[in-house]
């Protein structure tokens, strides 16, 4: 792949809920905390909007590819990107050019 740092325009974060335990002992996910930040080069992959049941549904996804480190090798599945406002959940996570670049395809939907 060619990347250079000069593509990696975009700051992101890496968000991840532990589990906590709630006024009647129930474990359950508690606020998102930044666990990795990094620059990455910002792909909108496509967007769309549903119409259901007279609400309206814009959904999104996006590639963000990353420089490797331990800390972006320690991201899991489960984990949200935010960026420039908007959490993405995270569909993929794939290594390009070992420990060199890692991709992430994200995406979401906000219901109006």
């Known amino acids: ?40 080069k910002y792909t909108a992959v ?25 800390d972006i090798a320690s991201v899991l599945h489960t984990d949200l990107i935010q960026f420039d406002g908007v959490d993405y959940e995270i569909k993929g996570i794939k290594e390009i050019e070992r420990r060199r670049w890692v991709e992430f395809t994200a995406g979401g939907a906000n219901g109006n």
């Open 46 to 70: 496509s967007d769309g909007e549903k119409f259901r049941a007279g609400k309206s549904e814009v959904s999104y996804s996006a590639r963000f590819v990353v420089r490797w480190s331990a």
């Open 1 to 40: 792949m060619a990347l250079s740092a000069r593509k990696l325009d975009r700051r992101i974060k890496f968000l991840r809920s532990a589990m906590v335990e709630n006024r009647l002992g129930e474990e359950v996910p508690g606020e998102p905390v930044e666990v990795a930040g990094a620059w990455a």
